[in-house]
T-cell receptor, first 113, second 111 residues
Framework: DAGVTQSPTHLIKTRGQQVTLRCSPISGHKSVSWYQQVLGQGPQFIFQYYEKEERGRGNFPDRFSARQFPNYSSELNVNALLLGDSALYLC????????????FGPGTRLLVL | QKEVEQNSGPLSVPEGAIASLNCTYS??????FFWYRQYSGKSPELIMSIYSNGDKEDGRFTAQLNKASQYVSLLIRDSQPSDSATYLC???????????FGAGTRLFVKA
Protein backbone atom coordinates (compact mmCIF):
# COMPACT_ATOMS: atom_id res chain seq x y z
CA ASP A 1 0.00 0.00 0.00
CA ALA A 2 1.19 3.50 -0.77
CA GLY A 3 2.04 5.69 2.15
CA VAL A 4 1.38 9.39 2.48
CA THR A 5 2.43 11.29 -0.62
CA GLN A 6 3.26 14.98 -0.90
CA SER A 7 4.06 17.25 -3.80
CA PRO A 8 6.20 18.97 -4.76
CA THR A 9 9.28 17.69 -2.92
CA HIS A 10 11.12 20.99 -3.15
CA LEU A 11 10.02 24.52 -3.95
CA ILE A 12 11.72 27.89 -4.24
CA LYS A 13 9.64 31.06 -4.03
CA THR A 14 10.30 34.75 -3.49
CA ARG A 15 8.86 36.96 -0.79
CA GLY A 16 5.28 38.00 -1.38
CA GLN A 17 4.44 35.05 -3.61
CA GLN A 18 1.83 32.40 -2.89
CA VAL A 19 2.38 28.65 -2.67
CA THR A 20 0.15 25.56 -2.71
CA LEU A 21 1.32 22.26 -1.25
CA ARG A 22 -0.48 18.97 -1.79
CA CYS A 23 -0.96 15.80 0.22
CA SER A 24 -2.65 12.46 -0.34
CA PRO A 25 -3.28 10.36 2.78
CA ILE A 26 -2.90 6.63 3.21
CA SER A 27 -5.75 4.75 1.56
CA GLY A 28 -8.64 4.49 4.02
CA HIS A 29 -7.48 7.40 6.16
CA LYS A 30 -9.89 10.32 6.40
CA SER A 31 -7.82 12.83 8.36
CA VAL A 32 -4.91 14.99 7.30
CA SER A 33 -2.81 17.23 9.50
CA TRP A 34 -0.27 19.82 8.38
CA TYR A 35 2.91 20.73 10.25
CA GLN A 36 5.71 23.23 9.74
CA GLN A 37 9.20 22.20 10.79
CA VAL A 38 11.88 24.85 10.93
CA LEU A 39 15.48 23.65 11.05
CA GLY A 40 16.45 22.56 14.55
CA GLN A 41 12.90 22.48 15.90
CA GLY A 42 10.13 19.94 16.19
CA PRO A 43 7.12 20.02 13.87
CA GLN A 44 4.59 22.74 14.72
CA PHE A 45 0.89 21.97 14.21
CA ILE A 46 -0.83 24.12 11.56
CA PHE A 47 -4.16 22.43 10.74
CA GLN A 48 -6.10 19.21 11.02
CA TYR A 49 -8.89 18.27 8.62
CA TYR A 50 -11.34 15.40 8.93
CA GLU A 51 -14.10 14.63 6.46
CA LYS A 52 -13.43 17.98 4.74
CA GLU A 53 -13.97 19.96 7.94
CA GLU A 54 -11.31 21.84 9.89
CA ARG A 55 -10.97 20.20 13.27
CA GLY A 56 -8.04 22.11 14.68
CA ARG A 57 -5.84 25.08 13.98
CA GLY A 58 -2.46 25.97 15.41
CA ASN A 59 -1.03 29.39 16.14
CA PHE A 60 -0.37 30.48 12.57
CA PRO A 61 -1.46 33.69 10.80
CA ASP A 62 -4.38 33.86 8.40
CA ARG A 63 -1.92 33.74 5.50
CA PHE A 64 -2.04 30.00 6.05
CA SER A 65 -5.14 28.17 4.86
CA ALA A 66 -6.03 24.64 3.89
CA ARG A 67 -8.79 22.50 2.54
CA GLN A 68 -9.64 18.84 2.16
CA PHE A 69 -11.27 17.29 -0.86
CA PRO A 70 -13.89 14.50 -1.14
CA ASN A 71 -11.13 11.96 -1.83
CA TYR A 72 -9.49 13.10 1.48
CA SER A 73 -6.48 14.66 -0.21
CA SER A 74 -5.56 18.11 1.03
CA GLU A 75 -3.93 21.36 0.02
CA LEU A 76 -2.08 23.86 2.18
CA ASN A 77 -1.92 27.42 0.88
CA VAL A 78 0.40 30.11 2.12
CA ASN A 79 -0.05 33.67 0.87
CA ALA A 80 2.31 36.65 1.00
CA LEU A 81 5.33 34.48 1.72
CA LEU A 82 7.91 35.69 4.21
CA LEU A 83 11.52 34.58 4.58
CA GLY A 84 10.51 32.94 7.87
CA ASP A 85 8.12 30.62 6.04
CA SER A 86 11.13 28.67 4.78
CA ALA A 87 10.71 25.24 6.33
CA LEU A 88 9.86 21.59 5.80
CA TYR A 89 6.09 21.25 5.49
CA LEU A 90 4.84 17.88 6.65
CA CYS A 91 1.54 16.19 6.05
CA UNK A 92 0.37 13.47 8.44
CA UNK A 93 -2.38 10.96 7.78
CA UNK A 94 -4.65 9.15 10.23
CA UNK A 95 -8.06 7.49 10.23
CA UNK A 96 -9.48 10.38 12.26
CA UNK A 97 -10.11 8.76 15.61
CA UNK A 98 -9.00 10.63 18.71
CA UNK A 99 -5.68 9.66 20.30
CA UNK A 100 -4.54 7.61 17.32
CA UNK A 101 -1.20 7.46 15.55
CA UNK A 102 -0.31 9.72 12.65
CA UNK A 103 1.95 8.75 9.78
CA PHE A 104 4.02 11.36 8.01
CA GLY A 105 4.66 11.93 4.34
CA PRO A 106 8.11 12.80 2.97
CA GLY A 107 7.47 16.53 3.27
CA THR A 108 7.84 19.54 0.99
CA ARG A 109 10.90 21.68 1.53
CA LEU A 110 10.07 25.32 0.87
CA LEU A 111 12.72 27.97 0.47
CA VAL A 112 11.64 31.62 0.37
CA LEU A 113 14.20 34.05 -1.06
CA GLN B 1 0.71 27.15 26.26
CA LYS B 2 0.95 23.37 26.26
CA GLU B 3 4.54 22.24 26.01
CA VAL B 4 6.68 19.20 25.43
CA GLU B 5 10.25 19.47 26.65
CA GLN B 6 13.23 17.41 25.57
CA ASN B 7 16.94 17.69 26.18
CA SER B 8 18.30 18.86 22.82
CA GLY B 9 21.52 16.93 23.26
CA PRO B 10 23.52 15.84 21.49
CA LEU B 11 23.56 12.56 23.35
CA SER B 12 26.56 10.43 22.44
CA VAL B 13 26.76 6.74 23.32
CA PRO B 14 29.13 3.95 22.20
CA GLU B 15 27.88 1.18 19.97
CA GLY B 16 26.17 -1.54 22.00
CA ALA B 17 25.28 0.76 24.91
CA ILE B 18 21.84 1.79 26.11
CA ALA B 19 20.62 5.21 25.01
CA SER B 20 18.09 6.91 27.28
CA LEU B 21 15.93 9.72 25.92
CA ASN B 22 13.60 11.74 28.14
CA CYS B 23 10.58 13.96 27.68
CA THR B 24 8.25 15.93 29.94
CA TYR B 25 4.87 17.41 29.03
CA SER B 26 2.61 20.03 30.54
CA UNK B 27 -0.94 18.93 29.60
CA UNK B 28 -2.19 16.68 32.43
CA UNK B 29 -5.09 15.55 30.27
CA UNK B 30 -2.88 14.00 27.59
CA UNK B 31 -3.59 10.33 26.91
CA UNK B 32 -1.44 9.45 23.90
CA PHE B 33 2.33 9.60 23.59
CA PHE B 34 4.61 8.86 20.66
CA TRP B 35 8.27 8.62 19.79
CA TYR B 36 9.38 9.42 16.25
CA ARG B 37 12.82 9.10 14.71
CA GLN B 38 13.96 11.65 12.15
CA TYR B 39 17.06 11.29 10.02
CA SER B 40 18.62 14.46 8.67
CA GLY B 41 16.63 15.79 5.73
CA LYS B 42 13.88 13.19 6.12
CA SER B 43 10.41 13.16 7.64
CA PRO B 44 9.62 11.70 11.07
CA GLU B 45 8.95 7.96 11.25
CA LEU B 46 7.01 6.37 14.09
CA ILE B 47 8.97 4.20 16.52
CA MET B 48 6.44 3.61 19.27
CA SER B 49 3.19 4.75 20.79
CA ILE B 50 2.25 4.36 24.46
CA TYR B 51 -1.03 5.06 26.20
CA SER B 52 -0.83 3.45 29.66
CA ASN B 53 1.51 3.91 32.59
CA GLY B 54 4.44 1.53 32.64
CA ASP B 55 6.74 0.04 30.03
CA LYS B 56 6.10 -1.00 26.45
CA GLU B 57 8.74 -2.98 24.60
CA ASP B 58 9.24 -3.43 20.86
CA GLY B 59 12.47 -5.08 19.85
CA ARG B 60 15.39 -2.97 21.03
CA PHE B 61 13.09 -0.10 22.01
CA THR B 62 11.28 0.40 25.32
CA ALA B 63 8.95 3.30 26.00
CA GLN B 64 8.16 4.24 29.58
CA LEU B 65 5.25 6.41 30.71
CA ASN B 66 4.53 7.99 34.08
CA LYS B 67 1.43 10.19 33.86
CA ALA B 68 1.65 11.29 37.50
CA SER B 69 5.09 12.76 36.83
CA GLN B 70 4.14 13.82 33.28
CA TYR B 71 7.20 12.01 32.00
CA VAL B 72 7.82 9.71 29.06
CA SER B 73 11.10 8.13 28.04
CA LEU B 74 12.59 5.93 25.33
CA LEU B 75 15.34 3.40 25.91
CA ILE B 76 17.32 2.01 22.98
CA ARG B 77 19.23 -1.15 23.84
CA ASP B 78 22.28 -2.37 21.91
CA SER B 79 22.55 1.00 20.16
CA GLN B 80 23.79 0.88 16.57
CA PRO B 81 25.37 3.61 14.42
CA SER B 82 22.20 3.46 12.30
CA ASP B 83 20.26 4.69 15.36
CA SER B 84 22.02 8.06 15.03
CA ALA B 85 19.17 10.49 14.40
CA THR B 86 16.96 13.05 16.09
CA TYR B 87 14.30 11.55 18.34
CA LEU B 88 11.05 13.48 18.66
CA CYS B 89 8.67 13.10 21.58
CA UNK B 90 5.04 13.83 20.64
CA UNK B 91 2.01 14.21 22.87
CA UNK B 92 -1.66 14.46 21.93
CA UNK B 93 -3.50 17.27 23.73
CA UNK B 94 -6.52 16.65 25.94
CA UNK B 95 -8.89 16.73 22.98
CA UNK B 96 -6.89 13.99 21.31
CA UNK B 97 -6.57 15.58 17.89
CA UNK B 98 -3.71 18.09 18.14
CA UNK B 99 -0.20 16.68 18.47
CA UNK B 100 2.50 18.72 20.18
CA PHE B 101 6.12 17.88 19.47
CA GLY B 102 9.23 18.48 21.45
CA ALA B 103 12.26 20.02 19.76
CA GLY B 104 13.95 16.61 19.59
CA THR B 105 17.09 15.03 21.02
CA ARG B 106 20.01 14.36 18.71
CA LEU B 107 21.56 10.95 19.29
CA PHE B 108 25.00 9.91 18.08
CA VAL B 109 26.06 6.28 18.33
CA LYS B 110 29.81 5.91 17.98
CA ALA B 111 31.16 2.78 16.27
Amino acid sequence: DAGVTQSPTHLIKTRGQQVTLRCSPISGHKSVSWYQQVLGQGPQFIFQYYEKEERGRGNFPDRFSARQFPNYSSELNVNALLLGDSALYLCASSSGQAQETQYFGPGTRLLVL
Amino acid sequence: QKEVEQNSGPLSVPEGAIASLNCTYSDRGSQSFFWYRQYSGKSPELIMSIYSNGDKEDGRFTAQLNKASQYVSLLIRDSQPSDSATYLCAVKDTGGFKTIFGAGTRLFVKA
